[in-house]
């Protein structure tokens, strides 16, 4: 894999919004956003399913927090008590009820006004499996035996319509993989509870 300085220019967005609280990391990888992060001077917590990164991630990190997890299952930090999330193509393995029922849950998990950033497989991604042979759901394929699903616009604008205020989406690639990977490069702030329930009953009127 070669370097990726994705998250560098979203940095003074995340150290202005997360400021001592720490930051919480879904699907960390090997750990490259986990040093980008604290080498910034910011609190990480992080987690990932394979014991094989969380291993590795621990090591070359040990300023971070690191645990073995599933995305799906809760996650460490109490409700409304996270300023920050990121989730660097990881969002993207599950069903499309499962996929939203886990925003769901990143929008529990931060305050009012916290900010998710976030990179899904883009359907131009034909380098690393969008319109595979084997076809679960409307996008969402089984790539060399995982589920993958890669997003269009319309499929990212549907995953974020409630209670979310989009700051950035972009149409972005990357050569992290050595091929070119196409993927959406998303930046979602938390609105406010009353402002969601005033959005609602507006929408009913």
């Given amino acids: ?11 003074s967005l995340i150290i202005s919004r997360a400021g001592a609280d720490p930051i919480l990391e ?18 990480v917590n992080a987690f990932d399913i394979s014991s094989a990164n969380v291993a590795m991630t ?3 990190v040990p300023l971070a927090r690191v645990e073995c997890r599933d995305v799906r299952a809760p996650f460490p930090e109490d409700p409304r008590s996270i300023s920050v999330v990121v989730a660097s193509l990881s ?5 499309w009820n ?22 899904l497989n883009s359907t131009d991604d034909l380098n690393f499996g969008a319109a595979s042979k084997v076809q679960i ?13 890669f997003f269009n616009q319309g499929a990212v604008s549907n995953l974020f319509s409630d209670g979310w205020r989009e700051l950035s ?27 969601v329930a005033a ?5 009913q009127v």
């Fill in 1 to 11: 894999m070669l370097p990726d300085s994705w998250l560098a220019r979203w940095m």
């Fill in 26 to 43: 879904i699907g960390c990888g090997l750990g490259d956003d986990t040093l980008t992060m604290t080498s910034a001077g910011l609190s």
């Fill in 58 to 60: 621990a090591l070359r």
């Fill in 91 to 95: 969002l993207h393995y599950f069903e």
């Fill in 98 to 119: 499962q996929t939203t029922l886990i925003v769901d849950r990143i929008w529990d998990c931060l305050r009012p006004g916290g900010v998710l950033i976030c990179r």
């Fill in 137 to 149: 759901e409307d996008n969402f394929y089984l790539v060399n035996g995982r589920s993958k699903r």
């Fill in 169 to 195: 989406v972009e149409h972005r690639s990357t050569h992290k993989y050595l091929k070119r990977k196409a993927l959406w490069e998303i930046v979602l702030e938390k609105t406010d509870a009353q402002e």
């Fill in 199 to 203: 959005f609602m009953h507006r929408a």
